[in-house]
T-cell receptor, first 109, second 115 residues
Framework: GEDVEQSLFLSVREGDSSVINCTYTDSSSTYLYWYKQEPGAGLQLLTYIFSNMDMKQDQRLTVLLNKKDKHLSLRIADTQTGDSAIYFCAVGSARQLTFGSGTQLTVLP | EPEVTQTPSHQVTQMGQEVILRCVPISNHLYFYWYRQILGQKVEFLVSFYNNEISEKSEIFDDQFSVERPDGSNFTLKIRSTKLEDSAMYFC?????????????FGPGTRLTVL
């Protein structure tokens, strides 16, 4: 089955860019998502990219997809304290998603 | 903005008891899902449901689990005889039919604690 890996922790200073990385194993995955989870809250979809795209930009968020290396990244420009949360990479089809373990982003003042 | 809701937010139960977790998906959505997240671990797919039947299920979704859409609005997950290892956050999700709207919208989760 699909395996999705993320680093567990990332700390950045307010105003800097954050880059959260994700690798996956199933090259047939069609949809690649980034979800945000704040403490005690549910999963909020941030953005997604289809497998036939290389890049998607949405305001402060940029998603890069390297299909050859099966590597997905989420860049958050001008990171704010409100961006502190756990970020999950999720990969798969519309029918079923496999989640990574999540990256805890801490934004330092 | 429409959202997926789940009740209760926290459920505490004794081992061996039955629990029913409730979800109200977004009203025009047709596909429904349950996921769980054991504390500190990954979010894991449990089951998907479409047209009043299970579409896919994972190895976790054994005979102790069942899902139901008892009416036009609710989607429930039942665990017949809870075990300690069922303690987790359970997320419901729904998505609209087809097209580019394939994102799954998640509810806030129900934290299940089995004692």
């Amino acid at each position: 089955g699909e395996d999705v890996e993320q680093s567990l922790f990332l700390s950045v200073r307010e105003g800097d860019s954050s880059v959260i990385n994700c690798t996956y194993t199933d090259s047939s995955s069609t949809y690649l998502y980034w979800y945000k989870q704040e403490p005690g809250a549910g999963l909020q979809l941030l953005t997604y990219i289809f497998s036939n795209m290389d890049m998607k930009q949405d305001q402060r968020l940029t998603v890069l997809l390297n299909k050859k290396d099966k590597h997905l990244s989420l860049r958050i420009a001008d990171t704010q304290t409100g961006d502190s949360a756990i970020y999950f990479c999720a990969v798969g089809s519309a029918r079923q998603l496999t989640f990574g373990s999540g990256t805890q982003l801490t934004v330092l003042p | 903005e429409p959202e997926v809701t789940q009740t209760p937010s926290h459920q505490v139960t004794q081992m061996g008891q039955e629990v029913i977790l409730r979800c109200v998906p977004i009203s025009n959505h047709l596909y429904f899902y349950w996921y769980r997240q054991i504390l500190g671990q990954k979010v894991e797919f449990l089951v998907s449901f479409y047209n009043n039947e299970i579409s896919e299920k994972s190895e976790i979704f054994d005979d102790q689990f069942s899902v139901e859409r008892p009416d036009g609005s609710n989607f429930t997950l039942k665990i017949r005889s809870t075990k300690l290892e069922d303690s987790a956050m359970y997320f419901c999700a729904s998505r609209p039919r087809g097209g580019l709207d394939n994102e799954q919208f998640f509810g806030p989760g129900t934290r299940l604690t089995v004692l």
